[in-house]
């Protein structure tokens, strides 16, 4: 079975792509959604988080994501050490899960591929990419928050240029309705590719 990983900048479109593989009967695995529900229920990750965060890494025994979110985006040092704690938990998962799937190939969409070097971990990668002005606007409709913590993400995130250098595939999520029609064109070369041992 192949893994291909689903990565793309926020905004976008990468999980509005993920659920369009679903619709064509491809398993898909939310890294990035894996991640935040074992931060909130994993006891072991809830007491690394406190001892590198402070008791402020959660109230009322949830995750404050947003004090998180405000401490990593200003200290790189700690944005690894968090993905240090978190990441090894998501693999681990995800391995006990693709044990339990039955298909050609995965997808495994997850916000971070290049970023943490994980990129060989994949038989394929599709980078999701759509224009700076439609990513900020998803953004601010989809999440409480301004214009600037947006460019300020992005600005963090590997640039879309370097993404798709690397890709084996990219959609283009402008037009929704084209950027479907891509996922599944891309879809027939995943299974063709599937096919070859």
Known sequence: MKIIGLTGGIGSGKTTMAVTFEDLGVPVYN?????KDLMGRSKIIKRKLTALFGDSAYTNEKLNRDYIRKRIFNDDTLRMQMNAIVHPKVKSHFNRWLKKQNSAYVIKEAAIIF?????DSYDKIIVVVADKEARIKRVLKRDDTDR??????IDKQLPDEEKTKRADFVIVNNDLQKAKNQVVEIHRELLKFSKVR
Not at 31 to 35: G, K, L, S
Not at 115 to 119: L, R
Not at 148 to 153: A, C, E, G, P
């Open 31 to 35: 890294a990035d959604r894996e991640a």
């Open 115 to 119: 970023e943490i070097g994980q990129q």
């Open 148 to 153: 600037q913590s947006v460019l300020k993400i």
